[in-house]
């Protein structure tokens, strides 16, 4: 690599979760510092319902399905999932 190559990921401490809101289902985009567990104020609706999309925890996945608006929660979970398969193809 060329001298006056950059590496953003070694210069990178942060890092894109995908969240959604648990009571509205919006989802995004944060970039944080890596934290287990923050919950977050939804961008849209402004309720600290912000979790990290985990589309491998059931019980994640049955509290997230049971909120109103299921299909917007269908293409939330739909969005992760291809998210999950860009950022690592090989599974
Ligand atoms: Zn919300």
Known sequence: ????????DERSSHAAIHYAC?????DWNAAFPPTPDLSLECPQCHAPAGEPVALDDWDWFTRFMTGPNHDKRTLVLLNAARQARKNNPRT
């Open 22 to 26: 648990m009571a509205c289902a919006h």
């Open 1 to 8: 690599m060329g001298s006056n190559v950059v590496n953003l």
